[in-house]
């Protein structure tokens, strides 16, 4: 049985300490040799009132052996060490997250350039973005029937391609009517004519007709001039075709505004002058590009578009070139 007697000499503490300690009261008692507080009952009083110094007070009721001191010590080390190292592993992970912080905090002047230099970046990006038109491209005929310019233009357009005529007498149904609406609107567009004829007679009549028919209804001057050439009219049609664009280039129409389509599967029995033309547009309804160079590609047949009606011719995958010469908003 482990016991702690405590003397008392001076009965006037008699009330103060001794009445203090309770029967089955635990208290906590501070052991110095095993550097523990425990909560120990006080099982014990002791008290001669004749012979004061000898009342005691008997407190615990563990037995315990040497060796279970032992333990307890070993365990009171143990407990005290991995504080220690907890302590030490706390202060280490203070000394990493100061020097995270102040590493982040010396970089504050480059990320603070950085985002300056991003934000620059994106400013030029979007002043860059507002120097071209951005949509759709399609090309439209009567086909389409009456076009809802309004409906098109406030749902993204980037370029309208309108057919004027087809073959050398006969024009469009409807390209006053949608050269006058682009017009209204300020629209991007260009015009394009069918060519069918193979004859060079023939073909002085279309090109003035083809210039001509478009002056007349716009209020701008069209991007550009395209030759549809889908059909072999002749036996010589890079000749053809050169006389046609020798034609528009007296009429006041730069190469570098004269776009030739070309039709993807007799692009090389045409064998035209591509290097010429201020760009080349191929059609090519599937999934993957046409097998030659071009600077855009009409992609569909069967496109959608707000405020057309039925299906539309549409492109993609404008070149550079294309772009800067055709989409730029002047």
């Known amino acids: 049985m482990l ?7 001076d009965i006037s503490l008699l009330d103060k300490t001794y009445k ?26 002791k008290l001669d009132i004749t012979q004061p110094h000898k009342m005691s007070l008997t407190i615990g009721t563990k037995n315990r052996t040497l060796s279970q001191y032992q333990l307890d010590y070993q365990a009171a080390m143990q407990y005290a060490q991995q504080q220690r190292l907890n302590a030490q592993q706390t202060a280490n992970d203070l000394k990493n997250r100061i020097k995270e912080l102040l590493e982040v905090t010396n970089r504050i002047p480059e990320q603070d350039k950085e985002i300056a230099d ?5 400013k030029e990006l979007e002043s860059q973005q507002s120097q071209f038109f951005d949509g ?25 391609i309108v057919r004027v005529q087809y073959g050398a007498n006969r024009a469009d149904l409807k390209y006053q009517r949608n050269l006058s609406a682009l017009g209204y609107l300020g629209a991007n567009c260009a015009v394009y004519s069918y060519m069918t004829a193979s004859v060079l007679l023939v073909l002085k009549t279309k090109h003035r007709r083809f210039i001509q028919g478009h002056s007349r209804q716009a209020t701008t001057q069209p991007r550009f001039y395209m030759i549809d050439v889908e059909e072999t009219t002749g036996s010589n049609m890079r000749g053809i075709v050169e006389a046609y664009m020798n034609k528009l280039n007296s009429l006041g129409v730069a190469d570098r505004k004269i776009v030739l389509y070309i039709a993807n599967q007799l692009y090389n029995s045409f064998n035209l002058n591509v ?10 309804y599937r999934s993957t590009p046409p097998d030659h160079a071009y600077d855009l590609w009409q992609y569909t047949s069967s496109g959608s578009v707000n405020g057309i009606n039925g ?20």
């Open 20 to 45: 203090s300690f309770e029967m089955g009261n635990f208290y906590p008692i501070y052991d110095q040799f095993l550097g523990l507080v425990e909560d120990l009952q006080v099982v014990a009083k």
């Open 118 to 122: 991003l934000q620059a970046r994106l």
């Open 311 to 330: 299906n539309v011719d549409m492109s993609k995958n404008y070149s550079d070139r294309f772009k800067n010469q055709y989409l730029r908003k002047e």
């Open 275 to 284: 290097g010429r033309a201020g760009s080349i547009m191929i059609p090519a």
């Open 136 to 160: 759709v491209i399609v090309d439209v005929s009567e086909f389409q029937g009456d076009i809802d310019w309004n409906k098109v233009n406030s749902a993204g357009l980037a370029l309208a």
């Open 3 to 9: 016991t702690w007697s405590v003397d008392v000499v």
